[in-house]
């Protein structure tokens, strides 16, 4: 009885009704965020504040140094605060490290000393077992 009232015809056409919205959600999506990302770049492409170092004190406060303009900021970063701790010489900043990252390493470093010391333990392993 239940196969009786099965239409194929109908649920073929439910099925690419299903499908096209579906496409038409991704193209208006893909086509949103496009149009967001060029927002994005054109407000950037003309800023004078660049953050150059960031480094967190406690779990919501941290302190970065900023260029705006020409000129290098100190500056302290709290949940709902910013206050300017002080004005710094460009001559006294390690702009060439390149990293300014919030823990001070990128992640091929922290792979390269995991790897390290998998190989070490494996090592230690070898020679007790010996």
């Not at 086509?31 to 170092?53: A, D, L």
Request: aromatic share 8%; no cysteine.
């Amino acid at each position: 009885m239940l196969l009786s009232t099965f239409d194929g015809t109908n649920s073929v056409l439910q099925f690419l009704t299903l499908l096209l919205i579906f496409v038409f959600i991704i193209a208006v999506t893909y086509f949103t965020v496009r149009w967001m990302s060029k927002i994005g770049q054109g407000q950037s492409k003309y800023s004078n504040i660049e953050v150059i170092e960031t480094r967190r004190i406690t779990n919501n406060k941290f302190l970065q140094i900023i260029k705006a303009g020409d000129k290098y900021l100190l500056i302290g970063v709290g949940k709902d605060e910013i206050s300017m701790i002080s004005e710094l010489n460009e001559d006294s900043l390690d702009l060439e490290s390149g990293v300014s990252s919030d823990t001070g390493m990128n992640f091929s470093s922290l792979l390269d000393k995991a790897r390290n010391l998998t190989k070490k333990d494996l090592n230690d392993e070898d020679k007790e077992q010996s």
